[in-house]
């Protein structure tokens, strides 16, 4: 309870002038936006701090709290302020009467010094450690835009072949990610040793005395330097692992791997003391931190080869994922080279959207690259020249993602409880406990596509549900001003994929058949959307990886697969371009709308990997209100 009529009778006064000052101070004056914010505080525990890291790294510093927090930097001491007057404990929360008298001298420190000379005081003195830290991510945020990218765009063309991860013996192929997210318990060591370039220093490590080239060291200083070549001063680098830590149990750091972010705050060039800031000022009730990392593509070290027109070359790869308008993040995204030292390079780029928990989405990222690698090695083996097809693509492309669903509909018991819907970092089960008829699905978007030196001349796409594939370009010969660019009405989409939605006249008429055949059920208008009945839920989409029983009900993981001919498009188009979103993105924009931010942000020179970061926050900013996650891939 919030009050205690005998120790702290008055107390409560305090906690809701606190809740309508930041009611004010946030704009959340209409009944939905304060309704929301009173469900996010109270899932925060009324931690000012906590609430703001889910915000933040949900809304990506949604433009509805600019100002607010520019009025709060101005005015040091007011955000410790209402820390304190929303204290769930009456006892330790303060009074009315001193909130005041504080407020007041807030106020009076301001007129009397001015804000500029108020906002000189130490953030971390007046506001605490986690706030001045987050107030600083804003001015990055905002500074740093698109304007980093180091060595990832276009630089893989230049560097030296490396051995490719096989085995002789059965040909056995290890996907390499080469965008991930990693999860870490804060109650122990991340096992990692990072740090940032010193520009100085040529080998990396440190020493100026000339390298034993029999000397251990010698592999990590060549695959340091290899990895780091081109980087620029402030940005951080895993230089080890330790062994039996975290990170070594999680078996995919190497060494050389960028992080790109930590949550959702970008590290950009900021260097070694600003991440050890950031990930150590983590809100006391975070159990887990998350870091966002790239890495150079190994299996690109090759030039293209010259004459090869409107072959789609991979020029740039880039991921983001948020959490959006929801608790907890049930997207997962894969973005992965593939390649076995034979003539068989393949990059592959997969969003997968969960919902009812992250057990489906989170099998499905795992499973799906590493099954697509047995199957490529499996066909290669008979092929004559070791070297896969198009059509060979395709069908490992549908193998692996069978396999994936039947392996996850294995995992579910009969009962309808998902074995993997536990996740033990965050503490929480997502799914499976309100209703037996309540299991974790995902849909799936994803494409590969050729990186081999004579580039591609197909994009195989495979869709299951309603996350999209588009495939976007300017027409060639379009105008080139921006003003002639708002009139022109020629579309940017060369290609996307169908949602699969229980509204659609195919989907309608597939379960129509159904009804007859099997038994599914049929769509029916709710809240204004179609929907299929599953037990004691309703489903606003008709195809997804679902466990047994919504799949009995129709809701099948049956995909659309479609070979898209990259030498036309090409041909037709400039600046092509992949981009894969879940469902949160189009909830706010339509495709047109994607296609033509992500190519003005390719225009100006933003990474594909900004360019993923910063769509996604755009989505964010429209308010979508489900995760958003977004892999685009740049092709020449």
Not at 195 to 222: K, Q, R
Not at 340 to 357: Q, R
Request: charged letters at 30%; aromatic letters at 8%; a negative charge.
């Amino acid at each position: 309870t919030f009050v205690r009529w005998d120790r702290a009778p008055l107390n409560f006064d305090s906690f809701s002038c606190a809740l309508i000052f930041c009611q004010l101070l946030f704009n959340l004056l209409d009944e939905r936006t304060d309704a929301a914010f009173h469900q996010q505080l109270e899932f925060s525990k009324y931690d000012l701090d906590t609430w703001l890291d889910r915000e933040f790294e949900s809304t990506m510093i949604p433009a509805g709290l600019d100002d607010a927090f520019v009025y709060l930097a101005e005015r040091p001491g007011l955000w410790r302020l209402l820390r304190d007057m929303l204290d769930s404990d009456p006892e330790k929360r303060t009074s009315s009467i001193s909130a005041l008298r504080r407020f007041d001298g807030i106020l009076a420190s301001v007129e009397e010094k001015g804000a500029d000379a108020a906002a000189k005081t130490s953030p971390e003195d007046a506001d605490g450690e986690f706030f001045a830290s987050f107030l600083r991510s804003i001015d990055l945020y905002e500074t740093k835009g698109g304007a980093e990218g180091g060595a990832e765009e276009g630089a893989e063309a230049k560097e030296e072949k490396v051995a490719t991860t096989t085995t002789a013996e059965d040909d056995f192929i290890v996907p390499r990610p080469l965008h991930y997210v990693a999860a870490f318990d804060r109650t122990y060591p991340l096992g990692l040793v990072l740090s940032e370039i010193d520009p100085e220093d040529e080998d990396g490590d440190g020493d100026d005395e000339d390298e034993d080239e029999d000397d251990p060291g010698a592999d990590f200083l060549a695959a340091w330097t290899t990895a780091t070549r081109g980087s620029k001063p402030g940005e951080v680098y895993v230089k080890g692992i330790t062994e039996g830590g975290q990170a070594d149990e999680m078996g995919i750091f190497e060494i050389g791997d960028r992080l790109r972010a930590v949550g959702e705050v970008p590290v950009f060039d900021n260097g070694f003391e600003f991440v050890v800031d950031m990930i150590g000022n983590q809100p006391r009730s975070a159990k887990s931190v998350k870091l966002h990392f790239d890495r150079r593509s190994t299996g690109r070290a090759h030039k293209y080869r010259e004459g090869a027109a409107h072959k789609g070359k991979v020029v740039g790869q880039g991921a983001w994922s948020t959490v959006g308008g929801r608790k907890a993040q049930e997207d997962a995204f894969v973005l992965h080279e593939i390649h076995d030292g034979k003539a068989n390079d393949v990059l592959m780029a997969a969003v997968f959207d969960g919902h009812g928990g992250a057990a489906a989405s989170s099998t499905a990222s795992q499973l799906m690259p590493s099954l697509f690698a047995a199957e490529l090695a499996t066909i290669t083996s008979t092929s004559t020249d070791n070297k896969a097809s198009s059509s060979d693509l395709r069908t490992v492309l549908e193998n692996s993602w069978d396999i994936t669903c039947d392996a996850y509909r294995g995992g579910c018991s009969n009962n309808e409880e998902c074995v993997a819907d536990y996740d033990p970092r965050e503490g929480i089960v997502l799914a499976s406990m309100t209703s037996k008829d309540l299991v974790a699905g995902t849909t799936a978007a994803a494409a590969v596509l050729s990186v081999s030196e004579e580039g591609a001349d197909t994009l195989t796409v495979l869709n299951c549900g309603d996350s999209r594939t588009l495939l976007v370009g300017r027409v060639r010969g379009a105008p080139q001003e921006e003003e002639d660019r708002l009139r022109n009405k020629e579309s940017v989409v060369h290609f996307s994929t169908r949602d699969h939605s229980p509204s659609d006249e195919l989907e309608i008429e597939r379960l129509r058949n159904g009804w007859l055949a099997k038994g599914y059920s049929q769509p029916k208008r709710s809240l204004n959307r179609f929907r299929i009945p599953v037990g004691d839920y309703s489903y606003a989409l008709s195809r997804s990886l679902e466990g047994p029983l919504a799949t009995s009900c129709g809701i099948v993981s049956d995909p659309d697969v479609t070979d898209v001919d990259l030498v036309e498009m090409l041909s037709e188009r400039e600046d092509g371009t992949i981009v894969i979103a879940s469902d949160g993105m189009f909830e706010v924009m339509d495709n047109e709308q994607v296609g033509r931010e992500v190519l003005k942000m390719r225009e100006k020179g933003m990474t594909a990997n900004d360019a993923a970061k910063y769509i996604c926050r755009m989505a964010n900013e429209k308010g979508t209100s489900d995760n958003v996650s977004a892999v685009i891939v740049y092709l020449d």
